[in-house]
């Protein structure tokens, strides 16, 4: 029996059931190194890029430190943002851009501007110089982004456009991951100081004191310079780099374009006239101005370090039992956000295969308003680990009991990020449904754009929430407070914004493939 079921297979084609696993794998690596190569040239690019914001970040604490801005965080707060708003116009520019003219020329000079604007800041001493050239910086990386989307759009097809986006989102992750590590490797910083008996301005006047200025500056200057030399070493790669036909993985196009004589690009390219066209797009609108969506993560992701080591007290990670605390907290919260972040798109890619077209949009909806009670319920945990205590020093722990509740704080945030960390990669591939193909570069721009100005003000906002609660109950954790409060604020105005994308969906997508079905026939009559 096991001998005709092997000839069977032969006789079909199929490899035998117990190979199917080592099949797929193959059939994996193989797709990646023939369809997705290029990916493969600019992604080490794209990882060195995504760090950018992280260096910045990470840095904060030495940063606040090293320019004594510990009674004014609100101008940490305005680096943040300016930064993030030239980055948007940067964006929005090169997007437009990219739907012009060829993309891997522009990707190589803005590469080469982001690595002139890190350089000149690993050698700023004054706070003026770090602004200024963290702007240039900042915006070239803008760019680079921009040119990154426009050219991932077009290397998957349309079924897949969920996971090229979760892809995006995981080598961004992947940026912060090796941002953080590598900053962390040159901090030689120590956190020496009775957290327990002073309060936030005090834990950072106690840095300065207890380090050299010296130490600080190399602390976070060092990695914006060797992230700089990396990524020039990462734009070998872009050289080689094939760019792809506009519009070639489209479902309704691919079978036309697969002829190396058409080239969509040449027929039908973006105009001015045409932005006109585009926001008159319901669906369009509301998923660009949507920028309530990213105002808490802007404040999260500026705020994540000085959160967690001056807010909530594990400055100290010398003792075995904080790094314990920390790890039960942290670890659910990634592999949640992890896990979320491929499934949901996934999920909408298999359901617009199986005749559902919205379905991507839709569930960047429902996924936009369920993630909000979880970061409610988690952040209200407030804890403190030098006192060992939870809701803003009400609720004392034991250390058993502590490490349960950073357990618990870090499972119902987990499953929170597992919901919000979706949204963004539907988000832009919802984004691609609904324009045309020689539009996309375009608002997948405009779409960043937003999100950029929302992480700014998130940034600037937050961080000024921050000074305001020093005066509140929150005057020892300022930061928790700010949290709580923009998720009450953005975070329901966040949703309300998606609302209307129900009502409209459905006919501006069938608009789009419809005119995608005329221009099939076109483009088959230019070809007769």
Known sequence: MEEQREKINLTTGEEPIGNKPFSKIKSFFEKWLTEYKSILLFLPLIIIVSSDDTTLIVNEVLIVTYFELETTMASFGALLAVSQIFKAFAMITFGFLSDKYPRKKLLIISTLAWFTGDILVSFSDQFWQLFLFRVIASASAGAVSAIALSLLADLFSSDDRGL???????????????????????????????????????????????????????????????????????????????????????????????????????????????????????????????????????????????????????????????????????????????????????????????G????????????????????????LFIPDASNLTFLNGTIQATSIGFGIGMFAMGIILGIGMNLELAVGALHYSSMIDVNLPEHRGTMIAAASFIDAFGRAIGSWVGLAFVDFMQGTIFNARPLSGAILLSIAIFGIGSGLLWLPIYKYADKDMAEISCILEKRREELEKKIK
């Open 164 to 354: 090229s986006f979760a892809i995006w989102g995981a080598l961004s992750m992947v940026g912060i991951g090796v941002g953080a590590s590598l900053c962390s490797v040159f901090n030689k910083v120590e956190y020496d100081f009775d957290i327990d008996a002073i309060d936030f301005i005090a834990r950072i006047q106690t840095i300065r004191d207890q380090n050299s200025l010296e130490i600080i500056r190399s602390s976070w200057q060092a990695p914006f310079l060797v992230f700089a030399l990396i990524g020039l070493g990462c734009l070998i790669f872009v050289i080689f780099l094939e760019e792809p036909k506009k519009a070639a993985k489209e479902k309704l196009l691919e079978g036309i374009l697969a002829h190396e004589e058409v080239d969509y690009g040449k027929f039908y390219s973006i105009k001015l006239s045409d932005l006109k066209f585009i926001w008159k797009r319901k669906t369009t609108f509301f998923l660009v101005i949507n920028f309530f969506d990213v105002v808490l993560s802007g404040l999260i992701v500026g705020s994540l370090v000085i959160w967690v080591t001056i807010d909530m007290g594990f400055g100290q990670l010398s003792d075995i039992s904080s790094k314990i605390y920390l790890m039960l907290f942290l670890v659910p919260v990634l592999i949640g956000g992890l896990i979320g972040m491929f499934y949901w798109p996934k999920k909408g890619d298999k359901m617009v295969k199986n």
């Open 356 to 379: 559902k077209p919205t379905a991507r949009v839709k569930l960047a909806v429902f996924l936009g308003w369920a993630h909000l009670p979880f970061l409610l319920i988690a952040f």
